[in-house]
């Protein structure tokens, strides 16, 4: 899994690291902006005949824009750097690696001082190729100044143009500000991803991220990474997979129940189903009121159903229990809430399910809804709730905006308290278990559309059926849920693709990761 840091405690692990190390800054940064370099021009050969413009600050981050310029101009490319501030202004790493610039001889390098925006647009126009962004790195913190912010202003109107920001994109402090910072094609991270790179408005911001080098090893930010937030990475989930015994059976395949739908909402009991079958489980039953049962077995001719009794209004009542009790016990796994309904005996109906039962559970969509004020339940159980922002807000009693805003925090010390699997499904989804934090590496926004939160607690269900290890089963779920969207970005593109897409593309991906593995 790769480290994720939020901004200032990089700075302090990356000090103490040095430290530990003796490993000069100097050197980190030469380090750091020779492997960018060598990036771009891996990445951007085709574009790269065309002048490199890098618009630099002051501090270390434009240090790293001053070493790209190096390297670039050593490897023959054109490049020119606009500084926003003057030489007396500079400091430290940044002042070193300027002055090297200015002693380079017969290099296509050249260095112009803009004080303003009106200086910046005789520089850069429409169609300038590539414009490095140096100005601030994670150490900004609050708004840009009125002039550097038209200067960006410049750079995000400007069209034809790759912006590729250093560290984090200038002028973005935390992943939901609402004032302006860069809008970055590329952003290179050095030597971890950024916890506010990779949210809400810090995701529009900073573009694909991909890791440079800095010298540092990764077992050394993993020391130092003491709030414990990683990314979830292919290699890590090929682990997490369960295989099937030559000599197995449908029965010791996983067997999931699962209770969902109501009238109208029969789709996201076919598509949690179907999702879980397509995951592996060996065999699975799903419990829909009695009126709806005719049509889901039309719908599902692999999955069992089992009708129960219902409310005036189609959904599942409470005097079902009794029935239901032998598949609770049949079950490795239950899944309940995709589609179920908020009607007050439902929510009776699981509240008295988890309540009597010790078992392992996904808790997901209006399920959610019956543990409002009634939390305790949730206490000490084998669950996995699978709650988006809006449902985990009206658990915990909070606005929407309280949970975005601070969803790191609220969804591991809630994890934490109750001794659950929080799966906060996001962009991108995070898992935690109250004391590791794992955020999602696949999907796009593809997924925001209807049902697709039904196949991802299907996707868990299979997987937690077939191996009683719910974080793992979290983890594993949410990446080829996300990994099936990708796929489907490619096919479709960011606005076409439907929830049933993912259902053919589950065994796929399911079969690429354990093929690679094996």
Sequence with gaps: MQNIFFNEEVLSAEKKIMSSLNIASLVLMENAGANSAGFIIRKYKEVLSKEVVIISGKGNNAGDGFVIARHLANHGRPVKVL???REKELTGDALINYRILVNLKENPLSIVYCKDAKDMSKEIKDGSGIIIDAIFGVGFKGELDNSIRSIVELMNQLKDKTVISIDTPSGLSVYDQKSISVKASVTLTMGVKKFHSLFY???ESSGKQEIMD???PVSEFTNYNTKRIFEIEERDVRKLLPSRKINSNKYSNGKVFILSGSAGLTGASYLCSIAAMRTGSGAVVTGVPESLNEIMEIKMTEVMTLPLKETEQKSLSVKCYDEIRSRLDWADTVLIGPGLSKHEDTM??????????NLDYI???????????????????RIILTPHAGEFANLIEKSTDEVISNFYELAKSFAKENNIILVLKNSPTVVTDGDGFYVNSTGRENLATAGTGDILSGIIAGIYSQTNAALNSAIAGVYIHGMCGDRLYDKYGSNSTIAGDLLKEIPIVKNELSRFEN
């Design 348 to 357: 009776e109906l699981v509240r008295r399910i988890v309540k009597d039962n």
């Design 363 to 381: 808790i997901d969509a209006d399920a959610i809804s019956a543990f409002k004020g009634n939390r305790r339940l949730l206490k000490n159980r």
């Design 83 to 85: 500084t926003l501030f």
């Design 201 to 203: 408005k810090g995701r």
């Design 214 to 216: 800095t010298g540092i």
